[in-house]
């Protein structure tokens, strides 16, 4: 039953299993942070983390920290940490350079893979995986298809049977759709396609089965809704099968196999290492280990349960003021987020930023969609309530109509 008054909002926060994570974050007063799908909340750990690192490990230790404090392999104790949320085992997954990055590394993996040479991408999908996907094609001469993926079309075109590797967002970015990861995994298996899925909107957000649905490889960002802080590494998941035979592009000296021998050649590291390239930004590091920290606390089947109750809530609020949304309907095709459309041309930008004016924190997405991410650990079912009445206020009232509401940033 989805709550039908700000009291009933209150009970279910009262009784909220999840509701101690609130505390070990900081958020602003009046704020309602409707952005960690963008840029995850500080948890309360971090600054202490982050400064005795820089304090203790690099002002008082020194080189020795590499051994000491094991900085030299953050990217697989990192990486084990985020193994649990993406279904993944702890030696699947390494932590390392940007999610952009990591999608080129595995994108050339998969196509070196395959004798043949079309990477398929979806239309619609994160501009970055569109550009990379362009990039890794043009350096192995392979060619990119792109696919509506809502309809017939991805089975059609995989049937064609000339697709190396198909590259997916498993929640995508502006609509909040959660694909079906065993189903796409296995249809592409049969024709023959290795899948790289792009995490960026699951991890922390969805419980995702990389094992159990089979994947070849997958990448996500840290700095959404796990909450590591702006600009944080990204993960890269390779399965173990694809070990052995996996040839990345970047071939540096942290993936290679003895580095301390300082030998001429290159020869890959055995595992998951050998997708790492060079060395790490360990400051930000510090940062993304004190938010896992926080996450290996957490129950995702909770998450998932508030999150869906969330957006059921938001959804539910924003049909009664008539605002119509892209996000799916039905629980098992819909992440974290929810995505409504401009009630007329024009509107969205400043319908959010005269949200944001009022404390609650949104964002809009070219040409016409105004997103808003929820993130259980730290969001209580009164603050979805309060965002929805600001919205309903917001359109009702024409506020949005003021000319300063109009003015747009560098960044939307
Ligand atoms: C946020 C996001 C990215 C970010 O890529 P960066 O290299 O970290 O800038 C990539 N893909 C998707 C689908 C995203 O949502």
Same mark, same amino acid.
């Given at each position: 039953?989805?709550?039908?008054?700000?009291?009933?909002?209150?009970?279910?926060?009262?009784?909220?299993?999840?509701?101690?994570?609130?505390?070990?974050f900081v958020l602003p007063?009046?704020?309602?942070y409707?952005d960690g799908n963008s840029l995850g909340a500080l948890p309360?750990?971090t600054p202490?983390r982050v400064?005795?690192?820089?304090?203790?490990?690099?002002?008082?230790?020194?080189?020795?920290?590499?051994?000491?404090?094991?900085?030299?392999?953050?990217?697989?104790?990192?990486?084990?940490?985020?193994?649990?949320?993406?279904?993944?085992?702890?030696?699947?997954?390494?932590v390392?350079d940007g999610t952009s990055?990591?999608?080129?590394?595995?994108?050339?993996?998969?196509?070196?893979?395959?004798?043949?040479?079309?990477?398929?991408?979806?239309?619609?999908?994160?501009?970055t995986?569109?550009?990379?996907?362009?990039?890794?094609?043009?350096?192995?001469?392979?060619?990119?298809?792109?696919?509506?993926?809502?309809?017939?079309?991805?089975?059609?075109?995989?049937?064609?049977?000339?697709?190396?590797?198909?590259?997916?967002?498993?929640?995508?970015? $502006?609509? !909040?759709?959660?694909?079906?990861? @065993?189903?796409?995994?296995?249809?592409?298996?049969?024709?023959? =396609? +290795? *899948?790289?899925?792009?995490?960026c909107?699951?991890a922390g957000?969805?419980?995702?089965?990389?094992?159990?649905?089979?994947?070849?490889?997958?990448?996500g960002c840290t700095y959404k809704y796990l909450n590591a802080g702006p600009g944080a590494p990204a993960f890269?998941?390779?399965?173990?099968?694809?070990?052995?035979?996996?040839?990345?592009?970047?071939?540096?000296?942290?993936?290679?196999?003895?580095?301390?021998?300082?030998?001429?050649?290159?020869?890959?590291?055995?595992?998951?290492?050998?997708?790492?390239?060079?060395?790490q930004p360990l400051v930000a590091d510090a940062a993304l280990e004190a938010s896992l920290?926080?996450?290996?606390?957490?129950?995702?089947?909770?998450?998932?349960?508030?999150?869906?109750?969330?957006?059921?809530?938001?959804?539910?609020?924003?049909? $009664?003021? !008539?605002?119509?949304?892209?996000? @799916?309907?039905?629980?098992?095709?819909?992440?974290?987020?929810? =995505? +409504? *459309?401009?009630?007329?041309?024009?509107?969205?930008?400043?319908?959010?930023?005269?949200?944001?004016?009022?404390?609650?924190i949104?964002d809009?997405?070219?040409?016409?969609?105004?997103?808003?991410g929820?993130t259980?650990?730290?969001?209580?079912?009164?603050?979805?309530?309060?965002?929805?009445?600001?919205?309903?206020?917001?359109?009702?009232?024409?506020?949005?109509?003021?000319?300063?509401?109009?003015?747009?940033g560098r960044v939307t």
């Amino acid at each position: 039953m989805t709550p039908a008054t700000r009291a009933d909002c209150a009970a279910l926060d009262a009784a909220d299993p999840l509701a101690p994570f609130r505390e070990e974050f900081v958020l602003p007063e009046g704020v309602v942070y409707l952005d960690g799908n963008s840029l995850g909340a500080l948890p309360r750990s971090t600054p202490g983390r982050v400064a005795d690192m820089i304090e203790r490990e690099w002002g008082r230790d020194l080189i020795r920290s590499w051994n000491d404090a094991g900085w030299w392999d953050k990217p697989r104790t990192l990486g084990a940490k985020i193994a649990p949320l993406v279904g993944a085992a702890a030696d699947e997954v390494v932590v390392g350079d940007g999610t952009s990055a990591n999608l080129f590394k595995t994108l050339v993996t998969a196509l070196r893979m395959s004798d043949r040479s079309v990477v398929l991408g979806e239309a619609g999908n994160f501009p970055t995986d569109l550009y990379v996907a362009e990039g890794a094609a043009s350096l192995t001469g392979a060619t990119q298809r792109r696919v509506d993926l809502d309809g017939p079309e991805l089975a059609r075109d995989l049937e064609r049977g000339d697709v190396a590797v198909l590259l997916l967002s498993h929640v995508d970015y $502006r609509s !909040g759709t959660l694909r079906d990861m @065993p189903g796409i995994t296995r249809l592409a298996h049969e024709h023959g =396609a +290795l *899948v790289v899925w792009d995490l960026c909107h699951s991890a922390g957000a969805v419980p995702v089965d990389l094992s159990g649905s089979g994947a070849d490889f997958a990448v996500g960002c840290t700095y959404k809704y796990l909450n590591a802080g702006p600009g944080a590494p990204a993960f890269l998941y390779a399965a173990r099968r694809h070990h052995a035979v996996a040839d990345q592009p970047l071939s540096g000296w942290h993936g290679h196999a003895r580095p301390f021998d300082f030998t001429a050649g290159y020869e890959p590291a055995e595992g998951v290492s050998r997708f790492l390239s060079g060395s790490q930004p360990l400051v930000a590091d510090a940062a993304l280990e004190a938010s896992l920290d926080v996450w290996a606390r957490a129950d995702m089947g909770l998450v998932r349960a508030k999150s869906l109750a969330m957006t059921d809530l938001f959804l539910e609020r924003a049909a $009664r003021a !008539g605002i119509s949304s892209i996000t @799916p309907a039905e629980h098992a095709r819909r992440g974290s987020q929810v =995505a +409504l *459309v401009q009630p007329e041309e024009g509107s969205g930008y400043p319908i959010v930023q005269a949200l944001i004016a009022r404390g609650v924190i949104g964002d809009f997405r070219a040409p016409d969609v105004m997103r808003f991410g929820f993130t259980p650990l730290y969001l209580r079912y009164v603050d979805v309530w309060d965002a929805a009445q600001a919205l309903l206020e917001v359109v009702e009232t024409g506020e949005w109509r003021q000319e300063r509401f109009s003015r747009r940033g560098r960044v939307t």
